[in-house]
Structure formats: structure tokens, C-alpha cells
């Protein structure tokens, strides 16, 4: 990220994704956030899963947070009316959204023997990495909020690296 030093002066972060919050602050300002999508970006990744689950768990409880916090600004803007109202559907609403009906139609399936053999069959073999991939996304970010908490993954990811 780079950033025009005065926008910075007088901000305070509190997240862990201070990334996203600063963006925020920086659009209460009256000013803009410009993507360059040839920017390159390195970032210190866990490589065991447990540990890669826990930075996007952690990750969203984090924006889960900012995107509450600044409700104030859907509407504002193109940002308000635009990018931050689909964050909202993306990372608040749609996981929560998915795990229900998934979680209901599980319900629904196990009340019929022949439609839970069908299913078993015919349908979770055919999942593939991708649909896989988006439903455990989606229950990540629905779960995050409740066990998050205090998870400290960029330390333990420093540790995998030797550094």
C-alpha cells in the first residue's frame, strides 16, 4: 500500500486486519482508494492447514469487524454505494446465508432415506475442489466471529519460516 504521508497523521488502528481499517479511515477522510492490479504483494502464509485456517478465520473476524463498525458509510459515495455494500453481502450476509440452508437442507435430506442415499451417491463425490474450497470458505468466515479470538497466526507463520 502506499499512501500520501499526511493522511496518515492522527490515525489510530485497532483491528487486526489493519489493512482494511485504514482504508476506511482514509475514504472518512474525503479521499480516494486507488486498486493497481499490477501491484505485486507478498505475504507471509502458514503452510500446515490448521494453521491457514485459523489466518482466515482470524482475517475474517477482523473484517467482520471493520465492515460493522463503519455502517455509517453505506450510501456515501461510490464506495458506499458500490464496493462497500457488496463487502457487506460477501463477508457478513452470505456466509451466514449458506451455512443455514446447507445446514437445512441437511435436515430436510435426513428425513428421507432414499434422498440421504442420493445424496451420499451421486452428489458429494462430485464436489469438486472449488465447491469444496467455497463452502469451507463460507464456513469460516460464518464461524470466525465465535473462535478467533486471540489466535496469533503471523507469529507462528514467522516461526514455520525459521525467522
Given at each position: 500500500m502506499a499512501f500520501r504521508t499526511e493522511l496518515l497523521k492522527d490515525i489510530k488502528l485497532t483491528s487486526a486486519v489493519d489493512d482494511t481499517e485504514?482504508?476506511?479511515?482514509?475514504?472518512?477522510?474525503?479521499?480516494?482508494?486507488?486498486?493497481?492490479?499490477?501491484?505485486?504483494?507478498?505475504?507471509?502464509?502458514?503452510?500446515?492447514?490448521?494453521?491457514?485456517?485459523?489466518?482466515?478465520?482470524r482475517r475474517?473476524?477482523?473484517?467482520?469487524?471493520?465492515?460493522?463498525?463503519?455502517?455509517?458509510?453505506?450510501?456515501?459515495?461510490?464506495?458506499?454505494?458500490?464496493?462497500?455494500?457488496?463487502?457487506?453481502?460477501?463477508?457478513?450476509?452470505?456466509?451466514?446465508?449458506?451455512?443455514?440452508s446447507i445446514l437445512i437442507y441437511l435436515i430436510l435430506i435426513l428425513k428421507s432415506p432414499l434422498m440421504l442415499l442420493l445424496l451420499l451417491g451421486f452428489f458429494i463425490p462430485k464436489i469438486g475442489p472449488f465447491a469444496f474450497s467455497f463452502i469451507k470458505t463460507q464456513a469460516v468466515m460464518a464461524f470466525s466471529p465465535f473462535l478467533a479470538r486471540g489466535w496469533n497466526t503471523a507469529r507462528s507463520s514467522r516461526e514455520e519460516l525459521g525467522r
Open positions: 485504514l482504508i476506511f479511515k482514509v475514504i472518512k477522510k474525503g479521499f480516494r482508494v486507488v486498486y493497481d492490479e499490477t501491484a505485486l504483494v507478498y505475504e507471509v502464509s502458514p503452510t500446515k492447514p490448521s494453521e491457514r485456517t485459523k489466518q482466515k478465520m475474517a473476524r477482523g473484517l467482520i469487524s471493520v465492515y460493522l463498525k463503519n455502517l455509517n458509510m453505506i450510501g456515501k459515495r461510490n464506495f458506499g454505494k458500490v464496493v462497500y455494500p457488496y463487502a457487506i453481502l460477501t463477508h457478513v450476509i452470505s456466509p451466514y446465508v449458506i451455512v443455514l
